[in-house]
């Protein structure tokens, strides 16, 4: 059993940035376990994990199931007896049952029992958040005694939030702050978290430890990147980003209160590379706790399925990557080459399938109905489709997930072809316009970022980077045949997406307004294409999805 230390100088606090996976309690639990052991081969006297780790953080709706509940409470009452031999305490976070109410808990562990539960009180209900939805607010929470120290333990939105939970918890006695979070990626969050942290303990007047999960959730990235500031607001400690890793940082009393002694001091990636290293998590994450071996995915010769390749060979190795070529009358030799010396230089298999054959079939069967029209887009779209069909037809048979790769202008503006190259079951460059589509492909091919399995020097070949994009469905086609070019189009796009612009403020920016009114309107007649896409790594504050719920019924337009 654990001893109580009346007014211990020191605590040696562990923080975990690890990556659960929803629903799989016996492996959560196993790598709490793991953690606890390497906190304890280093000293620690406390083990912090992060919001709802037992469960998998979000899990949604399966905490609407009893079972899961259970099966949850058990595992942390498992994990609990373990601290009986002496060594680290835990915090660890777990969806908890009480009565007939859920909440998003905490459970702090020692001397073989739970020593006390705290339930988060600030549930948010905005973007990709909706935990009003299945849990019920918990009371304003005390300091817990730990080992002769009082700890505060806000829950992630408890310190985001203006209910004032961390200056209660100080007001009541705490001398440290411990917040479990679970907190998505997107682009400059990490010193949004440093602000949020920073006004809290200026507030509180207290030190703050902020510990984040890691890993992909569906179209969720979490990046790790935990942190502590002391209340002086220096940086105490700053870990890695979008890695696994286990930290400990030793915490002195003084008569200022608690300081902690420099920890270790991580470089935050800028933003291409945190760009390109989120979809490469995210994806890896998607397609490893799914269950696929192996993914398949249309090589087309341009920059979107060229960077998608490269995400997949990083994610995955060469050896679990396929790329296939599928041809038509209209795919130019150049498109031929630069699709093979993108496979080659990726190493991974190479494979051409024309689609002549299919595409005259289904043209020469609807030929009757559609004797006496002009050929166009829906001419156009057989190919597409025919280019869709075939690699279902290799996932089936191969047991490969479909890569789609569609970016996110593209997917703004609807162009994109349903059951034809929408096709598959993720898309890691979703959220991704289309400019910043070819800056993450230039730092890719300057950089190998850590952890990837790909290949050093260029990957993406520099003349799929240099030349007009196109979809080569038609003699001579280049997609500003029907867009504006992709600077202009990304800029309206991301005013109307991401900000919410009216479109008088859009033409502010030096836009024609008729090309900003055409925008809009194919941003919201493509909405019940999105409503049929599949999912993808969210980089931008609003992608599309979780953060971005609009009707495909609707006659809003900004005149």
């Known amino acids: 059993m654990t001893q109580q230390i009346a007014n211990p100088q020191t605590l040696r606090i562990a923080i975990a940035q690890l990556n659960p996976t929803v629903g799989d309690i016996a492996g959560n639990l196993a790598k709490a376990r793991q953690a606890r052991a390497d906190a304890a081969s280093q000293g620690a006297d406390l083990l912090l994990l992060t919001e709802l780790f037992i469960s998998g953080y979000p899990p949604e709706d399966l ?300 043209s020469a069967a609807l030929a009757d109905l559609f004797e006496g029209t002009e050929q166009g887009i829906t001419e156009e779209n057989l190919q597409s489709r025919a280019r869709g069909t075939i690699l279902m037809a290799i996932s089936n048979k191969f047991g490969s997930m479909v890569v789609t790769t569609g970016n996110k202008s593209e997917m703004s503006v609807g162009y994109a072809t349903l059951y034809g190259d929408m096709n598959g079951g993720f898309n890691p460059i979703k959220d991704l316009y289309k400019m910043q589509v070819y800056a993450v492909a230039r730092w890719r091919n300057g950089h190998v970022p850590p952890g990837a399995l790909g290949p050093t020097g260029q990957v993406i070949p520099q003349n799929i980077i240099d030349k007009a994009p196109s979809a080569e ?14 600077p202009a189009l990304d800029d309206i796009l991301e005013c109307l997406v991401e900000h919410e612009m009216a479109v008088d403020d859009v033409v502010a920016r030096g836009h024609d307004i008729a090309t900003v009114h055409r925008i809009e309107h194919l941003l919201y007649i493509a909405e019940y294409k999105r409503r049929q896409s599949a999912p993808g790594v969210k980089i931008t504050k609003k992608n599309f999805g979780r953060d971005r719920r609009y009707p495909i019924t609707n006659r809003f337009r900004d005149r």
């Open 63 to 362: 905490v609407l199931k009893p079972a899961f509940l259970n099966a949850c409470q058990r595992a942390v009452e498992e994990f609990a007896a373990d601290t009986a031999d002496g060594g680290p305490g835990v915090i660890i976070g777990f969806p908890r049952l009480n009565g007939a109410m859920r909440h998003n808990a905490i459970a702090v562990l020692d001397g073989g029992k739970v020593i006390a539960v705290r339930d988060k009180v600030d549930l948010p209900n905005y973007g990709e958040f909706d935990e009003k939805r299945v849990f019920h607010q918990g009371a304003m929470p005390g300091p817990v005694n730990f080992r002769g120290v009082r700890l505060g333990i806000p829950i992630c939105e408890d310190i985001w939030g203006d209910l004032g939970v961390c200056e209660t918890l100080a007001e009541s006695g705490a001398e440290i702050l411990l917040s479990p979070n679970g907190s998505p990626f997107y682009r400059g969050k990490v010193d949004i978290r440093h602000q949020v942290v920073l006004r809290q303990v200026i507030e509180a007047g207290l030190p703050l430890i902020y510990a984040n999960q890691v890993g992909g959730q569906d179209e969720l990235v979490f990046d790790g990147a935990s942190f502590g500031f002391n209340a002086d607001k220096t940086l105490a400690f700053q870990m890695s980003q979008f890695e696994e890793a286990l930290a400990v940082v030793t915490w002195k009393r003084t008569s200022d209160g608690w300081h902690c002694e420099p920890g270790p001091m991580s470089q935050i990636p800028e933003r291409e590379e945190a760009d390109y290293r989120a979809c490469v998590l995210g994806f890896r994450d998607y397609v490893n706790k799914n269950g696929f071996k192996n993914v398949v995915l249309g090589l087309s010769g341009g920059i979107d399925s060229a960077i998608c390749a490269a995400i997949a060979v990083d994610a995955l190795g060469e050896e679990r990557v396929r790329c296939v070529m599928l041809p038509y009358r209209y795919t130019s030799e150049e498109s031929l080459k630069d699709a093979a010396d993108c496979a080659k230089a990726l190493g991974c298999r190479y494979d051409i399938v024309p689609i002549a054959d299919p595409v005259e079939g289904f």
């Open 473 to 486: 469905l038609r003699p001579n086609q280049t997609d500003q045949d029907s867009l504006p070019p992709y």
